[in-house]
């Protein structure tokens, strides 16, 4: 069954009036028909079944039926801070690693990339929530991953707090460490802390100072194999491992 | 520096002339110059460095300067069979998993196949070749992944020779093996075989009838996780989760 994130306030006791994007969704992609049932979520941890009882250009509504509470999903909060890039690999990585159980994401400018802060308006913004709205919707997840604001690194490495998660940078010039022996190692601290940060560089790679800073706030560098990897293919494949260790 | 591969027959004792994409590429894209540098693989185990002597809109040549053998890259022989489907995710997967190590694949019809075989022309098989080339290039591969032709998925799973390779389905509603495990518990039998096959469904997923020829060929379903993963957001993570473990 189809399932849409629904702002609380856009919900009464038992009505939903569906925002307009994802009303044109409903309307002209999914082509569904009053009557037809949909799963609703608040993103509070409010579930409900919805029969759709107006869809016309003009609004689309539906009557709730019943309501019930989601299964907190989240074994594991995991939080990928990568470096800003181009549009496409972006919206690649906060879909893919959206349907993979990232819970948040920090873009951040790092010394090698192209991007600029600025040229992520309020537009670009709105466009990577709905493209992480809707991998969320088709991936089943019931928690929208937060998007924060776009930082530098220097910020991002800041907010890692390492008495309550674990912090892990990944990086093509360590070749001791990989990621799978990290996580490994650690697999009873990140089972208590429940916590994980992972940084992906821009294409270019960190810069030296950049990795002395990593280290000077003593977050782990680790290896993602011996290939060259594409950043989004590093943030995909990464994510990917953590979850599969973690969920184990 | 730049890394090309040229087949042997483009390759004469001291000198390289390079085809017409790859020049096109070096010229256009790249902007090389008489004097640059280059690496020169033949998919035979052989690596050269190459001075380019002529480019222009005509031609590409380069004088081999030194020769030397490639060191073995693939501990493991990781074979990707996917069921085909629309071009952009196919390219993706193609790329993607070239990038961290599939040695093999083969696109092939499942019952939910959106896709049809006989759309898959020379011309799309060159470009998918073209784009396996490029990702093996820039991901620093020394061999050329295989690309098969695409056939149904029940040659694909009557081509898995369970005697000497590990044989694997990804599959949505299996919920009791996941991947990660199933790959430590057969750690060293993978070891000994140093290969593995894994079967990435089609969007729909596999149908009850194909599941039930997986169980009679003896291969086993595994599950990537909790959340439901569009195909090529399967197709990395498996090929990041089989990389890491055999690698470790």
Sequence with gaps: MHRFFVHPDLLSKDQVIFP?????????????????????LDNLGNQFQVEISVINPKQVKGQIIARST??????????????????????????????LGVSRFTPFIAERTLARAKAVDVSKLRRWERIIQE?????????????????????????????REIGLVAWEDENKISLLNILKELLNEIHKTRRVTIFIGPEGGFTEEEIARVQKYALMTVSLGTGILRMETAAIAACAIIMAVCMS
Tied chains: 1, 2.
């Design 20 to 40: 307009t994007e994802t009303a044109r969704q409903m309307r002209n992609v999914l082509r569904l028909k009053p009557g037809d049932h949909v799963v609703v």
């Design 70 to 99: 989601v299964e907190q999903e989240d074994m594991i909060n995991l939080h990928l801070a990568f470096a800003l890039s181009q549009r496409e690999k972006v919206e690649w990585i906060l879909q893919k690693c959206t349907e």
């Design 135 to 163: 991998a969320a919707e088709q991936s089943g997840r019931s928690r929208l991953p937060e998007l924060s604001e776009v930082i530098s690194m220097q910020q991002a490495l800041k907010q890692v707090n390492l008495k």
